[in-house]
């Protein structure tokens, strides 16, 4: 069955520290790789993707994911957050066009920031 | 572009009433997708088109719920008679199949009394 967990429903991390969200998805066929991030009361914004080629992808903020096929995992990495990071975010999978590019999406991970 | 308007942000409406969320997506985007966000249930695609055609409704959780695309720029999702437990936020995105991102729009926030 396909599926994605993200195992942290809330982490609290100090302005300036490091952040690891945690993603591990189960799919068929060649995953494409969502992180999406959602702040209160707003829609989804696309933080990065992965569809192949180097397995470290840069995003928007900062952000930045390692794809590891050995272990199904899509980890997304901060060296040093924000604030203003605080919100909610969320990996998906899906497959490669718009008939399998309905996505499907872990539960989400709630950060948030200690000044 | 503006992005995937949404219409309306807010709608409270009382259980057995009619509602209907519409969406428009970005212009040249060929897919649109309708999403639920719960608490409890995260969020799940309800319905997806492609050149406004249905291609997998298996998500609509009963008859109450219907959608339709009846052009390239429009799209509603029904639910008829509403019910407290269809409470939530209701998403709409939008996809080229060139480029296989979705955007979403800012979402309905659905309250039934």
């Known amino acids: 069955a396909q599926s994605v967990t993200q195992p942290d429903i809330h982490i609290t991390v100090s302005e300036g520290a490091s952040l690891e969200l945690r993603c591990n998805y189960s799919y068929g066929a060649t995953p494409y790789l969502f992180w999406y991030v959602q702040s209160p009361g707003q829609g989804l914004q696309l933080l990065l993707k992965?569809?192949?080629?180097?397995?470290l992808v840069q995003g928007i903020k900062g952000f930045e994911a390692e794809f590891k096929r050995s272990q199904s995992s899509f980890n997304l990495r901060k060296p040093s957050v924000h604030w203003s990071d605080a919100a909610e975010y969320f990996c998906?999978?899906?497959?490669?066009?718009?008939?399998?590019?309905?996505?499907?999406f872990g539960k989400g991970t709630k950060l948030s920031v200690k000044p | 572009d503006a992005g995937v308007i949404q219409s309306p942000r807010h709608e409270v409406t009382e259980m057995g009433q009619e509602v209907t969320l519409r969406c428009k997506p970005i212009?040249?985007?060929?897919?649109l997708f309708w999403y639920r966000q719960t608490m409890m249930r995260g969020l799940e695609l309800l319905i997806y088109?492609?050149?406004?055609?249905?291609?997998?409704d298996s998500g609509m959780p009963e008859d109450r719920f219907s959608a339709k695309m009846p052009n390239a720029s429009f799209s509603t999702l029904k639910i008829q008679p509403s019910e407290p437990r269809d409470s939530a936020v209701y998403f709409c995105a939008s996809l080229t199949g060139v480029v296989n991102e979705q955007f979403f729009g800012p979402g309905t926030r659905l309250t039934v009394l």
């Open positions: 998906a999978v899906g497959g490669y066009g718009g008939s399998q590019g309905n996505l499907i």
């Open positions: 088109f492609n050149n406004n055609v249905p291609i997998d």
């Open positions: 992965y569809f192949s080629g180097d397995t």
């Open positions: 212009s040249g985007h060929d897919y």
